[in-house]
């Protein structure tokens, strides 16, 4: 099993950024393909970046060129960077792990994290 504990979420100013860090137990974690998710009020939780265990990473369109996923497996650890936010980048950010699968895809992750909260002002 693995577990995942989200943090770095915040009140963030357009224009602004945040890291986001998700640390995941046991010692497999090299070995899941790791994704970051969204989900506003109102909304369905929505794909926002994935990375494989080699490192080739996919995003989804509306954050291409802002954010940016990594991973660093020695630290069980994986982190989201978000520039040049907007307000439309509100929502809760859950990290999420899988074996196989779509990346795009929640139902074909395995294990989530609880989720923080990112809030952009205009």
């Known amino acids: 099993q693995v577990q995942l504990v989200e943090s770095g979420g915040g009140l963030v100013q357009a224009g602004g950024s945040l890291r986001l860090s998700c640390a995941a137990s046991?010692?497999?974690?090299?070995?899941?393909?790791m994704g970051w998710f969204r989900q506003a009020p109102g909304k369905e939780r929505e794909f926002v970046a994935a990375i494989t265990w080699r490192g080739s990473t996919y995003y989804a369109d509306f954050v291409k060129g802002r954010f940016t996923i990594s991973r660093d497996n020695a630290k069980n650890t994986l982190y989201l960077q978000m520039n040049s936010l907007k307000p439309e980048d509100t929502a809760v950010y859950y990290c999420a792990a899988r074996r196989g699968g779509n990346y795009y895809s929640p139902g074909d992750y395995e294990y989530w994290g609880q989720g923080t909260q990112v809030t952009v002002s205009s």
């Open positions: 046991g010692r497999t974690f090299s070995s899941y393909f």
